[in-house]
Antibody
Framework: QLQLQESGPGLVKPSETLSLTCSVS??????????WVWIRQPPGKGLEWIGN???????YYNSSLESRVTISVDTSKNHFSLKLSSVTAADTAVYFC????????????WGQGTLVTVSS | DIQMTQSPYSLSASVGDRVTITCRAG??????LNWYQQKPGTAPKLLIY???SLQSGVPSRFSGSESGTDFTLTISSLQPEDFATYYC?????FGQGTKLEIK
């Protein structure tokens, strides 16, 4: 049973870079069964897929965020990370990490989510 | 990206009712359609994957079906714990969500 846990600052200033890490336990991140994905949810709104990464390092990003997003993986630490640059108030959201199963592209294990507020 | 249009935006129903939520894909998606339930302050929970396969541990009152590019989530007999927001998902695209409220 995989467990995922997000960590990182809850407050980021406008124009700075948001950085979050997702620690994976209960299994290896170096598996060919999953992509590892970031999803966000602005307060009171719906879900937005940010991007994913395979353990070998290949990435795929939401085209609307691609110029500002970097997702990386550290297999030695069994975690993956999100960086979102030049943030504005519109990036205020709960950020979730999740596992994306490769056969049917569903998200079966999720972190609890972490609220990141962009404010000066 | 493939557009996913979910309806209705909100729905009021009573315990014991049968309810359906629909997601329409902008083009053929070969059955790659998943459904989630989200309660306030929690992460979404996978209910159905691959159009109609029930995720382990999910009650059998939840079911999914497909007709062309229209996908449906059905709850056969609403229980109090089913009042939540539901999302469809196809690869990197989520539907807008359906908030299911108690009538």
């Amino acid at each position: 049973q995989l467990q995922l846990q997000e960590s990182g600052p809850g407050l980021v200033k406008p124009s700075e870079t948001l950085s979050l890490t997702c620690s994976v336990s209960g299994g290896s991140i170096s598996t060919n069964n999953y992509y590892w994905v970031w999803i966000r949810q602005p307060p009171g709104k719906g879900l937005e897929w940010i991007g994913n990464i395979y353990y070998a390092g290949s990435t795929y990003y939401n085209s609307s965020l691609e110029s500002r997003v970097t997702i990386s993986v550290d297999t030695s630490k069994n975690h993956f990370s999100l960086k979102l640059s030049s943030v504005t108030a519109a990036d205020t959201a709960v950020y979730f990490c999740a596992s994306e199963q490769l056969d049917w592209y569903f998200f079966d294990y999720w972190g609890q989510g972490t609220l990141v507020t962009v404010s000066s | 990206d493939i557009q996913m249009t979910q309806s209705p935006y909100s729905l009021s129903a009573s315990v014991g009712d049968r309810v359906t939520i629909t997601c329409r894909a902008g083009q053929s998606i070969s059955g790659y359609l998943n459904w989630y339930q989200q309660k306030p302050g929690t992460a979404p929970k996978l209910l159905i994957y691959g159009t109609s396969s029930l995720q382990s541990g999910v009650p059998s009152r939840f079911s999914g079906s497909e007709s062309g590019t229209d996908f449906t989530l059905t709850i056969s007999s609403l229980q109090p714990e089913d009042f939540a927001t539901y999302y469809c998902q196809q690869r990197e695209t989520f539907g807008q969500g359906t908030k299911l409220e108690i009538k």
